[in-house]
């Protein structure tokens, strides 16, 4: 079987660049659930705005993304030109699988890669809720219902020209403060009527007092900035074409939806608003939609200079 897939893909690969010539990328090896990662283009055939498509082993689609240009003056800084970067991402909880990674643009389906992906292992916690909380979960309100629209509806939304942050990205709070529940937690939730409901943790919770200055993880737009039900004082900020990064259970907001708010700004302050059992920090980063966990952006520099750089660098080595 294995040796089957080693001819297959390889075949793709040879039909690919045959087909599309010279066009320089960079794609990962393989990719984790639960983390992002970039394929970067450049000097290349691929028109802008190229598709990548992640496809199960059983062919089902688990992502897809159109790629954004990179800024002139970071093509200029790496000695490139068209330099394009499309980022990729499956949910945390997909499993282990031989899944493979298809680029394509307008005319065309040009590269096809093996792209496995690795399960991620994440913590397991039992919340037994009080029934205020068992009822904003059972029964959600119209409010919380519409406010669930909503939100999706900017997490999905892609603004091609938002390209805001172009280093690694910081902590949302400083003096690195413990975390109370880290990514991926899959959590059991135990309600007052007995009834169960099992979900995972689709951000990072700081263990912050209330009142603790939250610092903006990135440049960016400010997209949302609005009390809402579940989440509390939450504002969501746009890092780059479909990066998102959010601070739920605000004290206090301090930015306004449209406003450009640089890394390390601060955005508000913690507090206990929302669905909380106390006091913390909620951060969240999306990527198309898919939660990651953040705190791989801050140690892993994605679509940071000094990595774009390094991956020019290995233009002989196609795949990282
Ligand atoms: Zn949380």
């Known amino acids: 079987m294995k ?11 040879f039909w690919g660049g045959t087909l599309w010539g010279q066009s320089n990328l960079w794609v990962p090896s393989s990719l984790q659930a639960g983390q992002a990662a970039a394929v970067l283009v450049w000097n290349g ?160 919770d700081f263990a912050v007092v209330q009142g603790t200055p939250v610092w903006s993880c990135g440049a960016g737009k400010v997209l949302l900035s609005q009390n809402r039900k579940l989440t509390g004082e939450t504002v969501v900020i746009e890092h780059w074409p479909g990066v998102y990064s959010d601070y739920f259970h605000l004290s206090k907001r301090l930015v306004e939806v449209g406003q ?12 206990a608003t929302g669905l909380v059992t106390g006091p913390h920090l909620h951060w969240e980063v999306r990527v198309h939609g898919i939660p990651v966990n953040g705190e791989n952006l801050v140690h892993r520099h994605l679509l940071d200079k000094s990595w774009i750089l390094a991956k020019i660098g290995s233009a002989d080595r196609k795949r990282g």
Request: hydrophobic fraction near 40%.
């Open 260 to 271: 450009i708010v640089q890394q390390n700004q601060l955005v508000g302050y913690s507090g």
């Open 45 to 204: 055939t691929l028109s802008p705005g190229f598709r990548v498509t992640i496809i199960s082993e059983r062919g089902k689609t688990l992502y897809s993304a159109h790629s954004f240009p990179l800024p002139p003056e970071m093509n200029s800084q790496v000695g490139v030109a068209n330099l394009q970067a499309a980022l990729l991402a499956v949910d945390a909880m997909t499993p282990s699988q031989h899944a493979f990674l298809k680029v394509s643009d307008a005319r065309g389906t040009a590269y096809e890669f093996a792209l496995p992906i690795q399960a991620g292992q994440f913590p397991r916690e039992i919340l037994h809720l009080n029934r205020a909380m068992s009822n904003l979960r059972e029964k959600p309100s119209p409010v919380v219902h519409e406010q669930a629209v909503s939100i999706w509806d900017i997490y999905l939304a892609v603004h091609p020209q938002a390209i805001f942050q172009d280093q690694s990205w910081c902590l949302p709070v400083k003096g690195h403060p413990p975390i109370s529940s880290p990514f991926g937690d899959t959590r059991t939730f135990i309600y007052t009527d007995g009834n169960e409901a099992s979900t995972y943790h689709t951000g990072i």
């Open 3 to 13: 040796r089957f897939f080693a001819v297959f893909f390889g075949c793709l690969l």
